[in-house]
T-cell receptor, first 111, second 111 residues
Framework: EPEVTQTPSHQVTQMGQEVILRCVPISNHLYFYWYRQILGQKVEFLVSFYNNEISEKSEIFDDQFSVERPDGSNFTLKIRSTKLEDSAMYFC?????????FGSGTRLTVV | SQQGEEDPQALSIQEGENATMNCSYKTSINNLQWYRQNSGRGLVHLILIRSNEREKHSGRLRVTLDTSKKSSSLLITASRAADTASYFCASDPPGTYKYIFGTGTRLKVLA
């Protein structure tokens, strides 16, 4: 069964550093998403991406965040200057139309 | 209250019993999905139910949707210890490019 692949599975970074989280969506999917889940809390929407542009973003997705589809297969989330409160599990998802397939997540720890 | 609230927050049952989790949402929706998440792990898609559907089955899972009450329920029949996980509903309001997740129900099935 096709999968959404996320790398790395766990990243530790110093506060103020830039991080890039990587995702390889399912190949024929057209819609891409990032969500995050702070430990013990609900899953929160960050951004959706279609046709090489952002379709929608949440209030969380401020100027410190950006997304990119640098080639035909990768979809990345960049956090420019990480804060302690960015520590969370970050999930990438893709879809063809309705219904998502999620990746297994990247656990980001900001120290 | 928020779009996507679930009750109970936690549920503990004996193996073999049925587990019912409920989800309420605030706005109209296109679709509603249920996900399972094992502790600290990724989100596993269980069932998608469209707004014009009332009930859907998949193996031991039964999902109902009542759009007049803006609620959905997930029933797991003949539960097993391996069903121990958190269960989330996620709904997508029309005109948006996102799913809004509920707060989740933590299910514990005792062997």
């Amino acid at each position: 069964e096709p999968e959404v692949t996320q790398t790395p599975s766990h990243q530790v970074t110093q506060m103020g550093q830039e991080v890039i989280l990587r995702c390889v969506p399912i190949s024929n999917h057209l819609y891409f998403y990032w969500y995050r889940q702070i430990l013990g809390q609900k899953v929160e929407f960050l951004v959706s991406f279609y046709n090489n542009e952002i379709s929608e973003k949440s209030e969380i997705f401020d100027d410190q965040f950006s997304v990119e589809r640098p080639d035909g297969s990768n979809f990345t989330l960049k956090i420019r200057s990480t804060k302690l409160e960015d520590s969370a599990m970050y999930f990438c998802a893709s879809s063809e139309a309705v219904g998502y397939t999620f990746g297994s997540g990247t656990r980001l720890t900001v120290v | 209250s928020q779009q996507g609230e679930e009750d109970p927050q936690a549920l503990s049952i004996q193996e073999g019993e049925n587990a019912t989790m409920n989800c309420s949402y605030k706005t109209s929706i296109n679709n509603l999905q249920w996900y399972r998440q094992n502790s600290g792990r990724g989100l596993v898609h269980l069932i998608l139910i469209r707004s014009n559907e009332r009930e859907k089955h998949s193996g031991r899972l039964r999902v109902t949707l009542d759009t007049s009450k803006k609620s959905s329920s997930l029933l797991i029949t003949a539960s097993r210890a391996a069903d121990t996980a958190s269960y989330f509903c996620a709904s997508d309001p029309p005109g948006t490019y996102k799913y809004i997740f509920g707060t989740g129900t933590r299910l514990k099935v005792l062997a």
